[in-house]
């Protein structure tokens, strides 16, 4: 199952590496966010709902 952190780090790595910089980094900074709430373990998007 595909897992949210790893989808937005591996979305990121591709835009960057597309040069589209500033979509990265909101990619990130969101990512970021994230991790602030859910914590470092990586979840599936089954998790994520609209009270999420």
């Not at 990130?28 to 979840?43: H, M, P, Q, T, V």
Request: hydrophobic content about 40%; charged content about 20%.
């Amino acid at each position: 199952m595909l897992k949210v952190v790893t989808f937005m780090k591996q979305v990121a790595r591709e835009l960057q590496m597309e040069g589209n910089f500033g979509t990265a980094h909101v990619y990130r900074s969101s990512l970021n966010a994230i991790i602030a709430y859910c914590g470092k373990e990586d979840f599936t998007f089954h998790k994520v709902s609209p009270e999420w």
